[in-house]
């Protein structure tokens, strides 16, 4: 059988993409801890300790926190599940995201700019759910310390990296998009 191997570019690793501007700065996190959690969320906050999901555009605190993406469902960040524990339990079901969704920071004061292009949302305008269509994707938006942090898809990763290298924001974006080999 041949190998076909060659033909396909490298995968990229979110936490190799890092693309500078003037005043704002992309960047790729490692892999974070996260969980997936729908039905009685008031339930699963008591009982995990967590403070209220935070909504669009919201600051989130460490160690673990929860966001909001639908009347029931929420994001826990910082908080491991293995898949064997998994499921359904006391009113909630829940799905370990950490291999699926990759986290990039967004800092500088031009961050929003990069929020705008992608986005259609009103920055003055806070909603409960902190999903989103970002750059045709689908997103989760919110502020964490100084930085906005963006979760997708782990495999839109290169395409995040390319869209925004593409736009006027990022001048030598193009090359810093590219794979890490």
């Known amino acids: 059988m041949r190998d076909r191997a060659p033909f396909w570019?490298?995968?990229t690793r979110p936490e190799d993409i890092l693309l500078e501007g003037d005043w704002i700065t992309l960047r790729g996190l490692p892999p974070l801890p996260q969980v997936m959690v729908s039905g009685d969320l008031d339930a699963y906050r008591a009982a995990h300790d967590?403070?209220?999901a935070v909504g669009l555009l919201a600051e989130a605190e460490d160690p673990h926190y929860a966001?909001?993406?639908?009347?029931r469902r929420m994001l826990v960040v910082g908080?491991?599940?293995s898949p064997r524990d998994a499921g359904w339990s006391a009113g909630c079901a829940t799905s370990p995201m950490t291999g699926a969704l990759a986290a990039f920071e967004i800092t500088g004061p031009r961050a929003m700019d990069l929020v705008a292009r992608a986005t259609a949302l009103d920055p003055y305008r806070p909603s409960p759910s902190a999903a989103l269509l970002f750059a045709g994707m689908?997103?989760?938006?919110y502020r964490h310390g100084e930085a906005l942090r963006l979760h997708i898809d782990r495999g839109l990763?290169?395409?995040l990296a390319?869209?925004?290298?593409?736009t006027s924001l990022f001048p030598d974006g193009a090359d810093a998009a590219a794979p890490q080999t």
């Open 67 to 71: 966001v909001r993406l639908a009347r």
């Open 162 to 166: 390319n869209w925004a290298a593409a």
């Open 79 to 81: 908080t491991e599940l």
């Open 138 to 141: 689908q997103g989760v938006l």
């Open 9 to 11: 570019t490298p995968a």
């Open 50 to 52: 967590l403070p209220e």
């Open 157 to 159: 990763a290169a395409y």
